[in-house]
Protein backbone atom coordinates (compact mmCIF):
# COMPACT_ATOMS: atom_id res chain seq x y z
CA UNK A 1 0.00 0.00 0.00
CA UNK A 2 1.57 3.38 -1.24
CA UNK A 3 0.89 7.02 -0.18
CA UNK A 4 -0.82 8.54 -3.15
CA UNK A 5 -0.20 11.69 -1.50
CA UNK A 6 3.49 11.82 -2.87
CA UNK A 7 3.26 10.44 -5.77
CA UNK A 8 4.34 12.33 -9.17
CA UNK A 9 2.39 14.75 -11.70
CA UNK A 10 1.87 13.53 -15.10
CA UNK A 11 1.24 15.04 -18.69
CA UNK A 12 -1.78 16.14 -19.50
CA UNK A 13 -3.22 14.00 -21.96
CA UNK A 14 -2.39 10.64 -19.58
CA UNK A 15 -4.14 13.14 -16.95
CA UNK A 16 -7.07 13.13 -19.00
CA UNK A 17 -6.87 9.62 -20.08
CA UNK A 18 -6.62 8.23 -15.95
CA UNK A 19 -9.79 11.03 -15.45
CA UNK A 20 -11.93 9.39 -18.00
CA UNK A 21 -10.89 5.89 -16.36
CA UNK A 22 -11.82 6.68 -13.03
CA UNK A 23 -15.42 7.08 -13.94
CA UNK A 24 -15.08 3.56 -13.85
CA UNK A 25 -12.86 2.53 -11.64
CA UNK A 26 -11.08 5.38 -9.23
CA UNK A 27 -8.01 3.91 -8.27
CA UNK A 28 -6.65 3.77 -11.71
CA UNK A 29 -3.78 4.97 -12.31
CA UNK A 30 -3.27 5.41 -8.56
CA UNK A 31 0.55 6.02 -8.91
CA UNK A 32 0.23 9.37 -11.30
CA UNK A 33 -2.73 10.92 -10.16
CA UNK A 34 -1.99 14.54 -8.98
CA UNK A 35 -2.15 15.93 -5.52
CA UNK A 36 0.82 18.40 -5.51
CA UNK A 37 0.48 21.96 -6.75
CA UNK A 38 -2.69 24.25 -6.48
CA UNK A 39 -6.08 22.42 -6.38
CA UNK A 40 -7.68 22.67 -9.88
CA UNK A 41 -11.07 21.84 -10.95
CA UNK A 42 -10.87 18.34 -12.88
CA UNK A 43 -13.79 18.21 -15.48
CA UNK A 44 -13.40 15.25 -17.05
CA UNK A 45 -13.56 13.42 -13.72
CA UNK A 46 -16.80 15.57 -12.30
CA UNK A 47 -18.72 14.76 -15.45
CA UNK A 48 -21.06 12.50 -13.53
CA UNK A 49 -21.22 14.65 -10.40
CA UNK A 50 -22.26 17.20 -13.07
CA UNK A 51 -24.70 14.76 -14.52
CA UNK A 52 -26.62 14.04 -11.82
CA UNK A 53 -27.43 17.41 -10.67
CA UNK A 54 -28.45 18.00 -14.89
CA UNK A 55 -30.45 14.72 -14.73
CA UNK A 56 -33.23 16.63 -11.87
CA UNK A 57 -34.08 18.45 -14.64
CA UNK A 58 -35.99 15.64 -15.84
CA UNK A 59 -38.87 16.64 -13.17
CA UNK A 60 -39.84 19.09 -16.06
CA UNK A 61 -40.99 16.17 -18.19
CA UNK A 62 -41.86 13.00 -15.39
CA UNK A 63 -43.80 15.54 -13.95
CA UNK A 64 -44.12 14.74 -9.80
CA UNK A 65 -46.74 12.61 -7.55
CA UNK A 66 -46.76 12.31 -4.27
CA UNK A 67 -45.40 8.31 -4.06
CA UNK A 68 -42.29 10.25 -6.05
CA UNK A 69 -41.43 12.51 -3.39
CA UNK A 70 -42.46 10.46 -0.55
CA UNK A 71 -39.69 8.42 -1.82
CA UNK A 72 -36.95 10.62 -2.38
CA UNK A 73 -37.76 11.98 1.15
CA UNK A 74 -37.45 8.36 2.58
CA UNK A 75 -34.34 7.46 0.28
CA UNK A 76 -32.65 10.68 1.45
CA UNK A 77 -32.94 9.96 4.87
CA UNK A 78 -31.91 6.26 5.21
CA UNK A 79 -29.13 7.78 3.06
CA UNK A 80 -28.03 10.44 5.48
CA UNK A 81 -28.20 8.06 8.33
CA UNK A 82 -25.80 5.50 6.34
CA UNK A 83 -23.48 8.82 5.52
CA UNK A 84 -23.80 10.75 9.21
CA UNK A 85 -23.89 7.18 11.27
CA UNK A 86 -21.40 4.98 9.34
CA UNK A 87 -19.26 6.70 6.69
CA UNK A 88 -18.79 9.61 9.84
CA UNK A 89 -19.50 8.27 13.52
CA UNK A 90 -18.40 4.73 12.42
CA UNK A 91 -15.80 4.28 9.44
CA UNK A 92 -14.08 8.11 10.18
CA UNK A 93 -14.15 8.08 14.07
CA UNK A 94 -14.84 4.59 15.19
CA UNK A 95 -17.25 5.61 18.09
CA UNK A 96 -18.43 2.46 18.33
CA UNK A 97 -18.18 -1.34 17.41
CA UNK A 98 -20.12 -3.77 14.95
CA UNK A 99 -19.37 -7.19 13.43
CA UNK A 100 -18.18 -7.20 10.02
CA UNK A 101 -21.45 -8.36 8.23
CA UNK A 102 -23.01 -5.35 9.51
CA UNK A 103 -20.16 -3.20 8.22
CA UNK A 104 -20.15 -4.19 5.28
CA UNK A 105 -24.20 -3.62 4.96
CA UNK A 106 -23.93 -0.25 5.70
CA UNK A 107 -20.62 0.29 3.60
CA UNK A 108 -22.97 -0.40 0.92
CA UNK A 109 -25.96 1.55 2.08
CA UNK A 110 -23.13 4.31 1.99
CA UNK A 111 -22.18 3.38 -1.45
CA UNK A 112 -25.60 4.29 -2.82
CA UNK A 113 -24.98 7.66 -1.56
CA UNK A 114 -22.77 8.54 -4.87
CA UNK A 115 -19.80 10.43 -1.97
CA UNK A 116 -17.57 7.82 -3.46
CA UNK A 117 -16.51 4.82 -1.23
CA UNK A 118 -16.15 4.37 2.87
CA UNK A 119 -12.32 4.34 2.62
CA UNK A 120 -11.55 8.04 0.59
CA UNK A 121 -14.58 9.86 2.99
CA UNK A 122 -13.55 8.56 6.35
CA UNK A 123 -9.27 8.98 5.36
CA UNK A 124 -10.67 12.84 3.90
CA UNK A 125 -12.21 13.44 7.19
CA UNK A 126 -9.81 12.46 8.96
CA UNK A 127 -7.47 14.55 7.79
CA UNK A 128 -10.00 17.67 8.15
CA UNK A 129 -9.92 17.37 11.87
CA UNK A 130 -5.98 16.98 12.30
CA UNK A 131 -5.63 19.94 9.88
CA UNK A 132 -9.10 21.76 10.70
CA UNK A 133 -9.43 25.29 9.17
CA UNK A 134 -5.66 25.84 8.60
CA UNK A 135 -4.10 25.93 5.18
CA UNK A 136 -3.92 21.98 5.23
CA UNK A 137 -7.44 21.94 5.29
CA UNK A 138 -9.39 19.91 2.11
CA UNK A 139 -12.28 22.44 2.59
CA UNK A 140 -12.12 25.40 4.51
CA UNK A 141 -14.39 28.37 4.48
CA UNK A 142 -11.32 30.31 6.09
CA UNK A 143 -9.27 29.47 3.66
CA UNK A 144 -11.23 28.76 0.49
CA UNK A 145 -14.65 30.10 0.67
CA UNK A 146 -17.92 29.29 1.00
CA UNK A 147 -18.15 27.36 -2.68
CA UNK A 148 -14.87 25.69 -2.52
CA UNK A 149 -16.11 24.30 1.18
CA UNK A 150 -19.03 23.36 0.16
CA UNK A 151 -17.90 21.51 -3.13
CA UNK A 152 -15.32 22.75 -5.21
CA UNK A 153 -12.77 20.99 -3.51
CA UNK A 154 -14.28 17.92 -4.19
CA UNK A 155 -13.94 18.44 -7.96
CA UNK A 156 -10.67 19.32 -7.59
CA UNK A 157 -7.76 17.03 -8.92
CA UNK A 158 -5.71 17.06 -5.59
CA UNK A 159 -8.75 15.17 -3.70
CA UNK A 160 -9.58 13.07 -6.25
CA UNK A 161 -6.44 10.58 -4.45
CA UNK A 162 -7.49 8.58 -1.50
CA UNK A 163 -5.73 8.80 1.60
CA UNK A 164 -5.08 5.38 2.80
CA UNK A 165 -2.55 6.13 5.26
CA UNK A 166 -4.79 7.56 7.51
CA UNK A 167 -7.27 4.56 7.07
CA UNK A 168 -5.02 1.94 7.21
CA UNK A 169 -7.58 -0.15 10.02
CA UNK A 170 -10.46 0.07 7.35
CA UNK A 171 -7.74 -0.46 4.41
CA UNK A 172 -7.54 -4.48 5.27
CA UNK A 173 -10.90 -5.27 4.20
CA UNK A 174 -11.08 -6.20 0.94
CA UNK A 175 -14.69 -5.68 0.44
CA UNK A 176 -14.20 -2.34 1.28
CA UNK A 177 -11.72 -1.67 -1.04
CA UNK A 178 -13.98 -3.08 -3.42
CA UNK A 179 -16.38 -0.72 -3.03
CA UNK A 180 -14.08 1.82 -2.48
CA UNK A 181 -12.24 1.13 -6.03
CA UNK A 182 -15.13 0.73 -7.95
CA UNK A 183 -17.60 3.45 -6.30
CA UNK A 184 -19.42 4.17 -9.54
CA UNK A 185 -21.16 0.31 -9.77
CA UNK A 186 -23.51 0.77 -6.57
CA UNK A 187 -25.02 4.63 -7.87
CA UNK A 188 -25.66 2.64 -10.97
CA UNK A 189 -27.49 -0.27 -9.74
CA UNK A 190 -29.44 1.96 -7.39
CA UNK A 191 -30.61 4.41 -10.27
CA UNK A 192 -31.35 1.10 -12.36
CA UNK A 193 -33.09 -0.09 -8.91
CA UNK A 194 -35.44 3.06 -8.79
CA UNK A 195 -36.30 2.17 -12.21
CA UNK A 196 -37.19 -0.93 -11.67
CA UNK A 197 -39.28 0.05 -8.27
CA UNK A 198 -41.42 3.18 -10.64
CA UNK A 199 -42.22 0.13 -13.23
CA UNK A 200 -42.92 -2.39 -10.51
CA UNK A 201 -45.73 0.10 -9.09
CA UNK A 202 -47.05 1.31 -12.10
CA UNK A 203 -47.90 -2.24 -13.20
CA UNK A 204 -49.32 -3.06 -9.99
CA UNK A 205 -50.33 -0.09 -7.82
CA UNK A 206 -51.62 2.30 -10.87
CA UNK A 207 -53.36 4.78 -8.29
CA UNK A 208 -50.48 5.86 -7.09
CA UNK A 209 -49.91 7.85 -10.24
CA UNK A 210 -46.14 6.72 -10.75
CA UNK A 211 -43.67 5.06 -13.03
CA UNK A 212 -40.37 4.06 -13.87
CA UNK A 213 -38.79 7.52 -15.13
CA UNK A 214 -40.41 9.51 -13.03
CA UNK A 215 -39.27 7.52 -10.11
CA UNK A 216 -35.39 7.39 -11.29
CA UNK A 217 -35.35 11.00 -11.75
CA UNK A 218 -37.21 11.61 -8.03
CA UNK A 219 -36.27 8.86 -5.93
CA UNK A 220 -32.65 9.04 -7.02
CA UNK A 221 -31.47 12.15 -8.43
CA UNK A 222 -33.28 14.87 -7.16
CA UNK A 223 -32.99 12.62 -3.57
CA UNK A 224 -29.01 12.16 -4.10
CA UNK A 225 -28.16 15.88 -5.17
CA UNK A 226 -30.27 17.06 -2.04
CA UNK A 227 -28.39 14.73 0.19
CA UNK A 228 -25.09 15.77 -1.16
CA UNK A 229 -25.52 19.51 -0.39
CA UNK A 230 -26.70 18.57 2.88
CA UNK A 231 -23.84 16.84 3.93
CA UNK A 232 -21.55 19.42 2.24
CA UNK A 233 -23.06 22.28 4.48
CA UNK A 234 -21.46 20.29 7.61
CA UNK A 235 -18.08 21.15 5.84
CA UNK A 236 -19.55 25.05 4.85
CA UNK A 237 -22.03 26.07 6.15
CA UNK A 238 -21.36 24.23 9.99
CA UNK A 239 -18.05 26.10 9.85
CA UNK A 240 -19.99 30.12 8.99
CA UNK A 241 -23.08 29.72 11.16
CA UNK A 242 -24.21 28.90 14.66
CA UNK A 243 -23.18 29.44 17.82
CA UNK A 244 -19.47 27.94 19.35
CA UNK A 245 -19.59 27.10 22.76
CA UNK A 246 -16.64 25.19 22.91
CA UNK A 247 -13.07 26.72 22.46
CA UNK A 248 -11.70 24.20 19.24
CA UNK A 249 -9.39 26.21 17.79
CA UNK A 250 -11.51 26.21 14.57
CA UNK A 251 -14.68 28.09 12.89
CA UNK A 252 -16.55 24.80 13.99
CA UNK A 253 -20.30 25.58 14.66
CA UNK A 254 -23.42 24.69 16.60
CA UNK A 255 -26.65 25.15 14.14
CA UNK A 256 -30.14 23.60 14.77
CA UNK A 257 -31.28 23.92 11.36
CA UNK A 258 -28.75 21.89 9.93
CA UNK A 259 -29.22 19.26 12.64
CA UNK A 260 -32.44 18.79 11.79
CA UNK A 261 -31.31 18.27 8.07
CA UNK A 262 -28.63 16.05 8.30
CA UNK A 263 -29.94 14.08 11.20
CA UNK A 264 -27.44 15.21 14.19
CA UNK A 265 -24.67 16.36 11.69
CA UNK A 266 -25.28 20.00 13.13
CA UNK A 267 -23.56 20.03 16.54
CA UNK A 268 -20.75 20.34 14.83
CA UNK A 269 -18.70 22.94 17.30
CA UNK A 270 -19.39 19.68 19.73
CA UNK A 271 -17.94 17.29 17.61
CA UNK A 272 -14.94 18.68 16.98
CA UNK A 273 -14.56 19.59 20.95
CA UNK A 274 -14.91 15.61 21.25
CA UNK A 275 -14.79 13.89 18.21
CA UNK A 276 -14.41 10.36 20.18
CA UNK A 277 -18.14 10.31 21.19
CA UNK A 278 -20.68 8.43 18.82
CA UNK A 279 -23.47 11.58 20.27
CA UNK A 280 -23.05 14.78 18.72
CA UNK A 281 -26.16 16.28 20.20
CA UNK A 282 -24.32 16.91 24.07
CA UNK A 283 -27.76 17.69 25.78
CA UNK A 284 -31.17 15.93 25.50
CA UNK A 285 -32.72 19.28 23.64
CA UNK A 286 -30.23 18.75 20.56
CA UNK A 287 -32.09 16.87 18.47
CA UNK A 288 -29.47 13.99 17.36
CA UNK A 289 -31.59 11.57 14.89
CA UNK A 290 -28.49 9.44 13.95
CA UNK A 291 -27.43 8.93 17.84
CA UNK A 292 -30.85 7.76 18.28
CA UNK A 293 -30.75 5.27 15.57
CA UNK A 294 -27.84 3.71 16.43
CA UNK A 295 -28.86 3.55 19.96
CA UNK A 296 -31.98 1.33 19.00
CA UNK A 297 -29.39 -0.80 16.81
CA UNK A 298 -27.41 -1.25 19.62
CA UNK A 299 -31.04 -2.68 21.63
CA UNK A 300 -31.11 -5.10 19.10
CA UNK A 301 -27.90 -6.54 19.28
CA UNK A 302 -26.08 -4.66 16.03
CA UNK A 303 -23.88 -2.21 17.35
CA UNK A 304 -22.33 -2.14 20.68
CA UNK A 305 -19.89 -0.17 22.67
CA UNK A 306 -21.28 3.09 21.98
CA UNK A 307 -19.63 6.09 23.44
CA UNK A 308 -21.09 8.69 25.03
CA UNK A 309 -20.18 12.45 26.65
CA UNK A 310 -18.38 12.11 30.11
CA UNK A 311 -19.75 15.03 32.04
CA UNK A 312 -16.85 16.83 32.19
CA UNK A 313 -16.52 17.28 28.47
CA UNK A 314 -19.95 18.35 28.56
CA UNK A 315 -18.80 20.92 30.80
CA UNK A 316 -16.15 22.07 29.28
CA UNK A 317 -13.57 20.65 31.64
CA UNK A 318 -10.79 18.69 31.51
CA UNK A 319 -10.42 15.14 34.03
CA UNK A 320 -8.23 16.35 35.80
CA UNK A 321 -10.38 19.69 36.63
CA UNK A 322 -13.46 17.02 37.02
CA UNK A 323 -11.96 14.70 39.65
CA UNK A 324 -10.54 18.04 41.41
CA UNK A 325 -14.33 19.46 41.90
CA UNK A 326 -15.18 15.59 43.52
CA UNK A 327 -12.63 15.98 45.84
CA UNK A 328 -13.35 19.54 47.12
CA UNK A 329 -16.80 18.89 47.88
CA UNK A 330 -18.03 19.08 51.20
CA UNK A 331 -18.41 15.82 52.77
CA UNK A 332 -21.39 15.78 55.21
CA UNK A 333 -20.74 13.24 58.11
CA UNK A 334 -23.46 12.26 60.12
CA UNK A 335 -22.25 10.77 63.64
CA UNK A 336 -24.87 8.52 65.82
CA UNK A 337 -26.59 9.70 68.53
CA UNK A 338 -25.92 7.36 71.50
CA UNK A 339 -28.87 6.71 73.49
CA UNK A 340 -29.09 8.69 76.94
CA UNK A 341 -28.18 6.24 79.52
CA UNK A 342 -29.57 6.92 82.92
CA UNK A 343 -28.74 6.06 86.60
CA UNK A 344 -24.80 5.56 85.87
CA UNK A 345 -23.31 4.30 88.83
CA UNK A 346 -20.58 6.53 90.70
Request: charged fraction near 20%; charge should be neutral.
Amino acid sequence: MSDTRTAPTTTTGRDRWYSFLRWFDSWAGLEHMKVEGPPKFDFIRSIPFIGVHLMCLGIFWVGWSWTAVGVAVAFYFIRMFAITGWYHRYFSHRTFKTSRTVQFAFAVLGGMCAQRGPLWWAGHHRHHHIASDTPDDVHSPRQGGFLWSHMGWFTSQTHYAPRFKSITDFYKFPELRFLDRFDILLPVLTGFGMFGLGRLLEAHAPDLGTNGPQMLIWGFFVSTVALAHGTFTINSLSHVYGSQRYETGDDSRNNFFLALITMGEGWHNNHHYYPASTRQGFYWWEIDVTYYCLKLMEQLGLVWDIRDVPEYVREGKSKHESDLGVLKRPIEVTLPVPAQVENIPG
